[in-house]
C-alpha cells in the first residue's frame, strides 16, 4: 500500500479537494484491488467516508460470453443514488485482459452501455472524479505491445506522483497561444502542416478538477495528465503531417502514419506498420472522420515515450483526426485517431511555442 500512497494523497487532496465528511466512491477490477486500498485508506485518513465498488473480472466476462444484451449494461437506482451524494469519484480502470473486448466487441459494448448516462449524470451532480492510468499497465497489455511491465508502472508511478500544481503552471503559460491564430507544425520528416485556431478555450489535463473543469462538463481527470489541447477550425488544415511515434489500437501497434491535407480535408493517408488495421478501421467509420479533430502539446516531464501514454511527454505534439464533438468542436464521427511528433517545431503567429520537440513557448 505505501507503494500508492503518495498517488492516493495526490489524487485525493489535490485533484478531487477531498475534506472531511466527504462521501467518496473508489471503483476498482481485481488487478486495481492494491491501488483501490490505498485510496481508501488514504480517503479514511482525510476523515472522508469511502465506499469501494468493485467488479469481478471472471464474472465479468462470463456474463458478458453468456447473458443476453438486454441483461447488460444495467445501473441500479442505488448506484445512481451513491454517485449523486459523493463529492469525489476515483476510478481504477479494467478489464485486465483488454484483448478479450476485440474479440466480441458489440458485447462488451452492450456491457457498458451506461457510461454515457453515468458520465452526463456525473457532470449533472459536478462529481469530482478522477480515472487512474497506471490501471491500464498490466501483464496483457504489456504482452501486446511487448513493453516492460515493471519500467511501464514505475513511470506512469512516477508520473502521477508530481507536484500537479506544475501542470497546472504550465498550461496556464501556454493557453493564452492557444486560443487563436496560424498554427504552424513542422519536423525534419517532412511534416509541414498548418491549421487555424477556432477561438475556443484549450482544454488542459493538468490533475486537478477545479470549478472552471466542472462548469465545462470536465470533471473528470486523468491520472498522470500533462497535455494542453484544443480543437481547431475543422475547415481550414493544409499540408503533410508525418506521425514518428506508432500508435497503440486492438492489441497491436499502427505505425508510419501520414495525413494530407487539402482545403480542409484528409484527401490521402499511408501507413507503414499493420496498414490494413489501420485501413479497415478508417473505411468502416462514418460521419466526419476526414477532418481536423485537435491539437496538442505534451506538457508532463516524467512520461517517458514509448509506452502507450506520448502525447503526455513535454514537448510532443499531437494531431488528431475525427470527432471531437465532445471536447467542443464540430466533428460528428465514431472515428478517432490521435498521432505524436515527438520532434516538431510548433508555433502559432510567429509564437514559438515547442521546438524541435522541446518546449519553450518563446515569442517570435
Not at 106 to 118: D, L, V
Not at 156 to 171: E, G, H, R, V
Amino acid at each position: 500500500m505505501s507503494n500508492y500512497s503518495t498517488l492516493a494523497k495526490n489524487v485525493l487532496s489535490t485533484t478531487l479537494g477531498v475534506q472531511t465528511g466527504d462521501d467518496i466512491i473508489v471503483e476498482t477490477w481485481d488487478h486495481g484491488l492494491p491501488i483501490a486500498s490505498a485510496f481508501v485508506h488514504q480517503a479514511r485518513g482525510l476523515g472522508a467516508h469511502p465506499m469501494l465498488l468493485f467488479e469481478h473480472e471472471e464474472t465479468f466476462w462470463k456474463s458478458t460470453a453468456m447473458l443476453a444484451e438486454d441483461r447488460l449494461g444495467k445501473v441500479g437506482e442505488h448506484e445512481w443514488a451513491a454517485i449523486e451524494k459523493s463529492k469525489g469519484y476515483v476510478f481504477i480502470p479494467g478489464p485486465a485482459n483488454f484483448l478479450k473486448i476485440w474479440k466480441n466487441f458489440a458485447k462488451f459494448r452492450a456491457s457498458t452501455a451506461y457510461n454515457e448516462e453515468w458520465y452526463e449524470r456525473a457532470k449533472r451532480y459536478r462529481l469530482k472524479g478522477a480515472r487512474i492510468a497506471l490501471a491500464y499497465a498490466t501483464r496483457e497489455r504489456a504482452k501486446a505491445y511487448k513493453l516492460p511491465l515493471a519500467a511501464w508502472q514505475k513511470m506512469l508511478l512516477a508520473a502521477s506522483s508530481i507536484d500537479y500544481s506544475t501542470l497546472k503552471a504550465k498550461a496556464e503559460k501556454v493557453t493564452p497561444f492557444l486560443r487563436s491564430g496560424e498554427v504552424k507544425i513542422t519536423a525534419s520528416n517532412g511534416t509541414d502542416l498548418t491549421l487555424q485556431l477556432a477561438g475556443r478555450e484549450p482544454y488542459s489535463e493538468d490533475c486537478i478538477v477545479d470549478a472552471n473543469d466542472l462548469d465545462h462538463g470536465r470533471n473528470l481527470a486523468n491520472i498522470p495528465g500533462g497535455s494542453l489541447s484544443t480543437c481547431p477550425d475543422e475547415t481550414k488544415c493544409e499540408g503533410t503531417v508525418i506521425f514518428d511515434r506508432p500508435t497503440a489500437y486492438m492489441g497491436k501497434w499502427v505505425g508510419g502514419v501520414k495525413f494530407n491535407f487539402k482545403d480542409g480535408t484528409l484527401t490521402n493517408y499511408q501507413a507503414r506498420l499493420n496498414a490494413g488495421l489501420f485501413k479497415s478501421s478508417f473505411e468502416k467509420a462514418t460521419g466526419e472522420k476526414n477532418k481536423i479533430a485537435l491539437v496538442g502539446v505534451g506538457l508532463n516531464p516524467k512520461i517517458k515515450t514509448g509506452f502507450l501514454q506520448d502525447s503526455l511527454v513535454e514537448g510532443t505534439v499531437t494531431v488528431a483526426i475525427g470527432g471531437n464533438d465532445d471536447v467542443g468542436g464540430n466533428n460528428k464521427t465514431d472515428y478517432y485517431y490521435a498521432g505524436i511528433l515527438t520532434r516538431a517545431t510548433l508555433s502559432v503567429d510567429e509564437n514559438v511555442i515547442v521546438k524541435n520537440g522541446k518546449l519553450v513557448v518563446s515569442s517570435g
